[in-house]
């Protein structure tokens, strides 16, 4: 039960990694995966700021009467790992824009479709 | 000009002459022109390399640092010799039986013909001189490769399946057995030079080694012992010379040259005795000697007879090898030539035939004898060889391979020999019959008589050899003695 | 001051150059700053390879800060070796792509494609040479997203699903390594590569510690495309333009398979990585996998890329085998095939990129009767298939050498077999090649070999295959330090 309450920070991460996981497997709408997707990484950036935190420590800036405080180097890494989320975010869905112009879908398997009766030099 | 200096210049002959030939593509005289001079360079050069050796001064030269403890060497012994100077006198020949045969055939593409030939001869050169497997396997590679645009030259599907065959099986052996057998010879003893009584003692023993001998026997598919023999009558689809200067001297030769090498230099004779089961590889060559000599009994196509021919002459040579006794090895060396110059005589003739008639299949040769008499004729003296009668070169090497047998007391090679002279006789003298002694059913479409005359002189001259092998036995086998002297 | 900022000038010349080409004018112009900027960095990679076999290895503080609490670069035998792969690849295929790209990508994409390609080289140089794990995944995301954006310029729309299926694995796999480097960074407090290797020590038997390794390791594992994790791989070198499948092909995957070698053996060690975990069966069993997948599945292929982009699957396979032998043969024959493989696929990519030029496509059926009509081109493909089959005189076979000899050293018989039954199946499907190229008869066989600016790149790399098949001094020399380091000894 203790291991249940006292890291519920990281059951928190699991569970939302693997919804974004399942999402990402599961779904054929291509929007729907990046959506996914972002909620894989979002648990990696929860995971990360939760291990920052330190018993009783302050936030991280230098005060008058404080002696313990946050560690806030993962802040700072995750700062950088969520511009390059929204990064990836950004590129998938341009893509998804393209690839709806170009398909006139964007369901995976009508996708596919499309691509087999282009015929040859399909993909397995 | 020292043995030392003739070495290197033994591979950048043909190499340098392919250059030439391609450059003068455009002016056939002068790339015949050039393919005789670079063929005649080449002998030369070779024969200074003899003089050397018979001199006492045997040559070794570096080319280059390759792998650590395996460089790019070269070296001069009386194997090598033997070889290349069979492989590029042969040469001289062929090429001036190829000029007739190519222009009296009117082929295409034939700049890429010469120049492929010439970078072959590189390749057996590379084989002859090879002072470690490493060195000899890059060149039996590069003798492969070049070969293939000649099988191929034809273009059309026939001459693809053919290529198929001959490239899978030649890859697929040497890849895939003969190169784990080196890189396990050099992961053994740390070296792969060539040394008078083997490198191998000391260092494997047992069941290893006779796995190991195994991966050479078929690794070394250019000696076409039984399975792996499919590409040589699959290499029947090439141009007569082709076969005739590869596919029964260069290419084939390299085979059991590798495997005589590899049984003298790389394992030695002491050693191979103790390897246990090594009477297997007797079997083997036994078995596709004899089953070669039936398979050719069966053949319509004059090539293709003959291909099985070689396949079963060349277990003659893997045989005595394995044989292991002296008398043995000399009989599968002097078999080397006498195989060589008669086999390429007979293809010579099956060449002669079909530009002359567009002949191909054994049953049309009758009465031919009466319309290309010096043709038959060189045809049946190789055949005479081939058999083992004298006065040819294929009743000496014989002569030792019997007496290499006993020494042994080796009733089982006694036996094969007896009854595959029996089957060659079977299946030669019927053509020579057929040629002398029928009458032509109708007369040919063509009338036609000799060969062009290149052509002719090329076939009368390897016919002449055969003899010749026969009367100067005695310093041939004196000068191969020196192989099984064994360094202290 | 290249002396002194080389580390940092090869990273940051192409980032800084990157916007600039964007500025640039649709045209050659963007071209050009791209080929100047391929050159410089080639420059400076050959610099540090000087440097490193000179004076051992280089350090570099970013900023002047201190490691471990800045951000260190750092050159030693491994990853010297990894950047001077990259640079040179990028050298000769920028100028290729002159030539190239106009003819595949769309004409107001040129500055943006000239963009990208620059932060993707950024990426991958950036991955060798950083001694930070964030700053590498930092680097690694840069260089994905800039694949993504290339491979999408692909003319056709399947580039675009290509694109986003490898744009999902990719940020996986990148995840994957980011949660890993989490979970190091909870137990050690540290980011730095040496600093982690001796802190990881104190609490190496720790859930933690493993199941970060095990993240690390998938999360690689995905980016180099090892079996089963390959499938982004034969869709994205199909549809991308042909310069990027070379480049990619030639470094992309490379620099996965170091970012692999990086953290088993520098990061967790030798003893932790190999000895606790059975990873070396595990690594062994799917190397093998992929060989014999994806060379039958590269046999099957009638697309000509995608052909050789299942025999890199292949191919992977073959540097992964020769890494879970953990000897110094072993790692030797992997760091040696890292760089032979460059050279291999860049020459056979480059080579089907000037067949894409003039004929407009790469399946078989558009190779019909080349070898008449493009005879060079030709030329230079059977030169690098034969570097790829293994045979001698070629660079490949100074692989195959090294691997079968590491292999016949464990007495890993089955492994012998297997590394040479995938030479035979080489072999058949680079001869497939061959035939259609030599035996089929074009429907217009007049002569149209590519142009020159496109046939130097192609042959320069098929002629380092042989050169390099000859004379492999300095590649072994490069690898054997390279194993050296990697098992711990003196660089």
């Known amino acids: ?124 | 000009m020292t043995g030392a200096e003739a070495l290197p210049l033994a591979l950048a002959i043909p190499l340098l002459g392919s250059v030439l030939i391609a450059l003068l593509g455009r002016w056939p005289n002068l790339r015949e022109a050039a393919t005789l001079a670079t063929a005649g360079g080449l002998f030369l050069v070779v024969l200074q390399v003899l003089f050397g050796l018979l001199a006492g001064e045997p040559a070794e030269v570096e080319l280059m640092r390759f792998l650590p403890g395996v460089p790019l060497a070269l070296h001069s012994e009386p194997l090598s010799i033997l070889f290349a100077l069979v492989a590029s006198g042969l040469w001289i020949v062929t090429s001036v039986y190829a000029i007739g045969y190519m222009r009296g055939n009117n082929e295409k593409h034939q700049t890429r013909f010469y120049v492929c030939f010439a970078v072959a001869i590189f390749g057996a050169m590379g084989v002859a001189f090879a002072a470690n497997l490493l060195t000899l396997f890059l060149f039996y590679e590069v003798l492969t490769l070049s070969t293939y645009p000649l099988v191929t030259h034809k273009g059309d599907d026939n001459a693809r399946r053919g290529g198929r065959v001959y490239l899978g099986v030649l890859l697929a052996t040497s890849i895939g057995l003969l190169l784990p057998a080196v890189i396990w010879v050099y992961s053994e003893t740390g070296t792969l030079d060539f040394r008078p009584g083997g490198i191998l003692e000391g260092h494997m023993g047992g069941i290893a080694a006779t796995a190991l001998l195994m991966l050479f026997l078929f690794g070394v598919g250019k000696a076409a012992v039984m399975p792996v023999h499919r590409w040589l009558p699959a290499a029947m689809v090439a141009p007569t010379p082709v076969s005739a200067l590869l596919h029964a001297v260069a290419v084939v030769k390299a085979g059991v040259f590798t495997l005589t090498k590899v049984v003298l230099y790389i394992f030695g004779l002491d050693f191979l005795r103790e390897v246990p089961y090594e009477v297997v590889a007797v079997y083997l060559a036994g078995f596709t000697l004899v089953a070669g000599s039936v398979v050719a009994l069966y053949q319509t196509n004059i090539k293709r007879m003959l291909a099985y021919s070689t396949i079963s002459q060349l277990s003659y040579i893997v045989l005595a090898t394995m044989v292991l006794t002296p008398l043995a090895e000399i009989g599968a060396v002097v078999h080397i030539v006498a195989h060589a110059v008669a086999k390429i005589t007979l293809f010579f003739a099956a060449g002669a035939i079909y530009v002359a008639s567009k002949k191909t299949e054994i049953h049309q040769l009758d009465g031919i004898g009466y319309r290309m008499p010096v043709t038959m004729g060189a045809f049946a003296i190789a055949a005479l060889s081939m058999i083992g009668v004298p006065p040819t070169g294929g009743f000496v090497s014989k002569w030792y391979m019997i007496a290499g047998a006993f020494q042994h007391d080796y009733y089982f090679v006694l036996a094969v020999l007896a009854l595959s002279t029996a089957l060659n006789a079977g299946y030669f003298l019927p053509i020579v019959f057929r040629a002398f002694f029928r009458r032509e059913p109708e007369p040919p479409a063509r009338d036609h008589g000799e060969a062009p005359v290149t052509m002719v002189a090329a076939l009368a001259f390897t016919a002449l050899l055969t003899l010749l092998v026969f009367v100067f036995n005695g310093p041939l086998v004196t000068f191969e003695q020196v192989i099984l002297e064994v360094a202290p | 001051m290249i002396d002194q900022h080389f580390l940092a000038l090869l990273v940051v010349v192409p980032l800084l150059a990157s916007p600039l080409c964007l500025l640039l004018p649709n045209g050659r112009l963007p071209w050009l700053l791209a080929t100047a900027v391929a050159w410089v960095v080639f420059a400076l990679a050959v610099f540090g390879v000087f440097r490193v076999y000179g004076d051992g290895p280089v350090s570099y503080w970013m900023g002047g800060w201190q490691p471990p609490w800045g951000i260190e670069y750092r050159l030693d035998a491994l990853n010297a070796l990894v950047v001077l792969i990259v640079a040179a690849i990028g050298a000769v295929v920028v100028p290729f792509a002159g030539r190239s790209v106009p003819a595949e990508v769309d004409g107001a994409n040129i500055a943006g494609f000239y963009a990208a390609f620059l932060l993707a080289l950024c990426g991958l140089l950036g991955i060798a040479v950083t001694g930070d794990v964030f700053n590498l995944f930092v680097f690694l995301e840069i260089s994905s997203l800039a694949s993504y954006t290339l491979i999408s310029q692909g003319r056709n729309r399947r580039a675009l699903v290509s694109a986003y299926q490898y744009l999902i694995f990719g940020t996986i796999g990148a995840t994957f390594l980011l949660i890993g480097i989490g979970l190091l960074y909870a137990m050690t407090g540290t980011l730095n590569m040496a600093d982690l290797a001796r802190r990881l020590a104190e609490v190496e038997q720790t859930r933690t510690v493993f199941t970060g390794f095990a993240f690390i390791v998938v999360g690689a594992a995905i980016k180099l495309a090892l079996f089963p994790l390959h499938l982004w791989l034969p869709n994205a070198y199909t549809h991308a333009p042909s310069v990027v499948s070379a480049f990619l092909a030639a470094t992309a995957t490379k620099v996965a398979v170091y970012v692999l070698l990086r953290f088993t053996f520098t990061v967790f060690g030798l003893e932790f990585s190999f000895g606790a975990a059975p990873l070396s069966l595990i690594l062994a069993t799917l190397a093998v996998a992929a060989i014999l997948v994806g060379s039958v599945s590269a046999v099957t292929q009638n697309n000509v890329k995608r052909l050789l982009a299942y025999s890199s699957v292949a191919q992977i396979g073959y540097m992964v085998v020769a890494i879970a032998m953990v000897t110094a043969l072993g790692l030797t024959a992997a760091t040696l095939h890292l760089f032979n493989h460059a050279l291999m696929k860049g020459a056979l990519f480059l080579a089907l990129g000037c067949v894409v030029y003039r004929m407009g496509g790469a399946d078989m059926d558009s190779l019909r009767g080349l070898g008449r009509k493009m005879p060079l081109t030709m030329a230079a493909f059977v030169v690098a298939g034969l570097s790829l089959i293994g045979v001698p005189l070629t660079a490949g076979f100074i692989s195959k050498w090294y691997l079968v000899l590491a292999a016949i050293e464990l007495g890993w018989w089955p492994i012998v077999a297997v590394v040479l039954v995938g030479s035979l199946l080489a072999a058949i499907y680079i001869w497939r090649v061959v035939e259609v190229a030599y035996f089929r008869e074009a429907d217009d066989p007049a002569r149209s070999e590519a142009p020159w600016s496109l046939l130097a790149p192609t042959w320069l790399l098929a002629l380092a295959n042989i050169y390099f098949g000859l004379d492999a001094r300095l590649p072994v020399s490069l690898a054997e330090s390279a194993a050296s380091v990697m098992l711990g000894g003196a660089p």
């Open chain 1, 1 to 124: 039960m203790s291991l249940l309450f006292e890291h519920y920070n990281y059951w928190v991460a699991i569970f939302l990694m693997m919804t974004g996981f399942y999402t990402v497997i599961s779904r054929g709408n291509l929007v729907k995966q990046v959506v996914g997707l972002n909620i894989f990484q979002a648990s990696v950036f929860i995971f990360y700021i939760s291990l920052a935190y330190v018993d009783g420590g302050a936030t991280p800036i230098v005060k008058e009467g404080v002696e313990v405080y946050a560690n806030p180097l993962p802040h700072v890494l995750i700062l950088t790992a969520i511009v390059v989320g929204i990064a990836t975010t950004a590129l998938g869905l341009a893509l998804i824009v393209r690839i709806k112009e170009a398909y006139g879908t964007i369901e995976e398997d009508e996708i596919r479709e499309a691509d087999q009766r282009d015929g040859k030099d399909s993909d397995a």
